[in-house]
C-alpha cells in the first residue's frame, strides 16, 4: 500500500505571495492533518480534515487554510507569505476510529 | 493544555550501548501515546504506541511503558546501532471529542551513534 505522498517537495517564494500545497492520504484514510515543522517552534499542529469537513484547528492565523476533496485529498493554502512561514509543512492520514497518524515525506517551503 | 517535555540533545553513543532517552507529559484526559522518529531530510515514522496505562510499544528492538502514575513514556534499546542515528519525537494524541485527532509532539531528541 502506498504511502503518504505530498507534492511539491520544495518550494520557493517571495514575501507576500500565496502557496498552495497537496497530500495524497493511504488508500482508505479518511482523515488528514497538517503540522508545520519549524526549529524554533518544533512541531505543531494546523488543522484536521474528515469528510471534507476541518475537524479541528491548530492555534494559526487566517492565513493558513486548507480544503479536503471527495477522494480524501487535501490541500493547504497559506496567503500573504511571511518570512517566518518557511518551514517543513508534513500531511498525515489516519483511518478512521484509530490514534496513529501516517505521514508524508513534507514540503520544504522557503519564503524569500 | 496537553504538553510534552523531552531531554535535550543531542544524545552520542558508542554502538551497542544502552538508549533511554525521557519524555513526560501533561494531559488532562488519557491520551495515547507515541515515539516518531526523522530521518534527515524525510517526514516522520510512527516508532510505536501505547493506548493505556502499563501498555508497553515495542519495535525494532525500541520498547517504552506507559506510566500514568509518572506520566512518562521513556524510550528504550538495549543495544544501538549507527542507524539508529535520527531524531526521535515523543508525542500524545489529544482526543478533542468527535473523534478529532491533534498530535502535540515533544522537541525531538537528535540522537548520534558512533561506531
Known amino acids: 500500500k502506498a504511502g503518504v505522498t505530498q507534492t511539491p517537495r520544495y518550494l520557493i517564494k517571495t514575501r507576500g505571495q500565496q502557496v498552495t500545497l497537496s497530500c495524497s492520504p493511504i488508500?482508505?484514510?479518511?482523515?488528514v492533518s497538517w503540522y508545520q515543522q519549524t526549529p524554533g517552534q518544533g512541531l505543531q499542529f494546523l488543522f484536521e480534515y474528515f469528510s471534507e469537513t476541518q475537524r479541528n484547528k491548530g492555534n494559526f492565523p487566517g492565513r493558513f487554510s486548507g480544503r479536503q476533496f471527495s477522494n480524501s485529498r487535501s490541500e493547504m493554502n497559506v496567503s500573504t507569505l511571511e518570512l517566518g512561514d518557511s518551514a517543513l509543512y508534513l500531511c498525515?492520514?489516519?483511518?478512521?476510529?484509530?490514534?496513529?497518524?501516517?505521514f508524508g515525506p513534507g514540503t520544504r517551503l522557503t519564503v524569500t | 493544555g496537553d504538553s510534552v517535555t523531552q531531554m535535550e540533545g543531542p544524545v552520542t553513543l558508542s554502538e551497542e550501548a544502552f538508549l533511554t532517552i525521557n519524555c513526560t507529559y501533561t494531559a488532562t484526559g488519557y491520551p495515547s501515546l507515541f515515539w516518531y522518529v526523522q530521518y534527515p531530510g524525510e517526514g516522520l515514522q510512527l516508532l510505536l504506541k501505547?493506548?493505556?496505562?502499563?501498555d508497553k510499544g515495542s519495535n525494532k528492538g525500541f520498547e517504552a511503558t506507559y506510566r500514568k502514575e509518572t506520566t512518562s513514556f521513556h524510550l528504550e534499546k538495549g543495544s544501538v546501532q549507527v542507524s539508529d542515528s535520527a531524531v526521535y519525537f515523543c508525542a500524545l494524541s489529544d482526543n478533542g471529542g468527535m473523534g478529532r485527532r491533534a498530535l502535540t509532539f515533544g522537541s525531538g531528541t537528535r540522537l548520534q551513534v558512533q561506531p
Open positions: 498525515a492520514s489516519t483511518v478512521q476510529g484509530r490514534d496513529e497518524q501516517y
Open positions: 488508500s482508505g484514510h479518511r482523515s
Open positions: 501505547a493506548t493505556k496505562a502499563d
